[in-house]
């Protein structure tokens, strides 16, 4: 998927999410930051998450699966998005990175 193609050729070493796993944001080694919210609307919610499929409570749960390749390996971010049956998750990059309107933000150190 070319969503995450502005990571191309940089070096990451931070990943943190946030809004309730809406945001997920990619810290470079020269201190960039990059921010990706997930598309969600009124029947549709898409967050990331790591889970064993036990999710009760919506119509249609769907997993999605992005895998962004590294000199050093990969890194998989797994998405869930619960719907009504007419619409798909997606990741939206955004412009405006201030870390400061995401709540909860946390840094990723380990599989989640």
Do not use: P
Not at 77 to 94: A, L, M
Request: aromatic share 12%.
């Amino acid at each position: 998927m070319t969503v995450f193609k502005n990571l191309i050729g940089k070096r990451i070493n931070g990943i943190l999410l946030g809004n309730d796993a809406w945001t997920v944001v990619f810290r470079t080694t020269e201190g960039e930051y990059f921010r990706y919210n997930t598309g969600n609307d009124c029947c549709n919610s898409v967050w990331t998450e790591n889970r064993d499929g036990s999710d009760e409570g919506h119509e249609v749960i769907q997993d999605g699966f992005y895998t962004l390749h590294t000199d050093r390996g990969y890194i998989d971010i797994e998405v869930r998005n619960s719907h009504n049956g007419y619409y798909g998750g997606t990741f939206n990059e955004t412009d405006e990175v201030d870390l400061q309107d995401i709540e909860d933000l946390q840094e990723i150190t380990n599989d989640f």
